[in-house]
C-alpha cells in the first residue's frame, strides 16, 4: 500500500514569518511530487510540482525533495492571512497515471 | 489555462435514488480522474479512465460506476445512493506529466 503522510496541524505560523510543510512516502519509485493548496469548501488548487533531489522556487514558495529520505517539503516565506489553507501533498504511483495524496496540512496564519 | 467543469455545486439525493455527476474538459486530454474527498481520510481515487471507452477501478469503485463515451466527458454514476455515499466528490485532468487539474467539485448529501 502506497502511502503518503503529512501531519495533520493545524500548524500555525505568525504573519511574515516562513511555514514549513511536510511530508514522507513509502514509494522509492516515485519520481514526482506536487503541493496542492485546498481553501476551505474549494477544490485543490496546484501550486508546485517537483521532480528532481534539491529546491525548487516560486515566488514565496520553495518545495524541496529528498529521495534519498523520502522526504518532500513546502517552505511559504513571508506568510499572509491568505495563505491559510490546507496543504496536500501528493506522489506519484511509479508504474501508472495515478496520484496518491496526503491528507493535508491545515495551516493558519496569524496576523 | 486548464478548464474542468462539474454539473453541481450542490446536490441533495435520496437513498436509493440513481445519481449522476458529470464532469467536462474543454480540451482534449485523455487521462481523466473522480475522487472522493472526506474529513480525515483525504483524497481517495474512485475511477480513472485514459481514454474513451477505457476505465480504471480506483482505491474504491464499490457502489459507483463511470461513463466515458466522448472524450471530454466523465460521468460517475451511483447506481443506489446510500448515506455513506455523502461527501465532496471531485473530478480532475490530467493534461501531462501526472499533474492534475481538478474541477470546483460536487458535494453530495444523501438522506
Known amino acids: 500500500q502506497k502511502e503518503v503522510e503529512q501531519n495533520s496541524g493545524p500548524l500555525s505560523v505568525p504573519e511574515g514569518a516562513i511555514a514549513s510543510l511536510n511530508c514522507t512516502y513509502s514509494d522509492r519509485g516515485s519520481q514526482s511530487f506536487f503541493w496542492y493548496r485546498q481553501y476551505s469548501g474549494k477544490s485543490p488548487e496546484l501550486i508546485m510540482s517537483?521532480?528532481?533531489?534539491g529546491d525548487k522556487e516560486d515566488g514565496r514558495f520553495t518545495a524541496q525533495l529528498n529521495k534519498a529520505s523520502q522526504y518532500v517539503s513546502l517552505l511559504i516565506r513571508d506568510s499572509q492571512p491568505s495563505d491559510s489553507a490546507t496543504y496536500l501533498c501528493?506522489?506519484?504511483?511509479?508504474?501508472?497515471?495515478?496520484?496518491?495524496f496526503g491528507t493535508g496540512t491545515r495551516l493558519t496564519i496569524i496576523p | 489555462d486548464v478548464k474542468v467543469t462539474q454539473s453541481s455545486r450542490y446536490l441533495v439525493k435520496r437513498t436509493g435514488e440513481k445519481v449522476f455527476l458529470e464532469c467536462v474538459q474543454d480540451?482534449?486530454?485523455?487521462?481523466m480522474f473522480w475522487y472522493r474527498q472526506d474529513p480525515g481520510l483525504g483524497l481517495r481515487l474512485i475511477y480513472f479512465?485514459?481514454?474513451?471507452?477505457?476505465?480504471e477501478k480506483g482505491d474504491i469503485p464499490e457502489g459507483y460506476s463511470v461513463s466515458r463515451e466522448k472524450k471530454e466527458r466523465f460521468s460517475l454514476i451511483l447506481e443506489s445512493a446510500s448515506t455513506n455515499q455523502t461527501s465532496m466528490y471531485l473530478c480532475?485532468?490530467?493534461?501531462?506529466?501526472?499533474?492534475?487539474?481538478f474541477g470546483p467539485g460536487t458535494r453530495l448529501t444523501v438522506t
Open positions: 480540451m482534449d486530454h485523455e487521462n
Open positions: 517537483i521532480y528532481s533531489n
Open positions: 501528493a506522489v506519484e504511483n511509479f508504474g501508472n497515471e495515478k496520484l496518491t
Open positions: 480532475a485532468i490530467a493534461p501531462s506529466s501526472y499533474e492534475q487539474y
Open positions: 479512465s485514459y481514454d474513451v471507452k477505457m476505465k
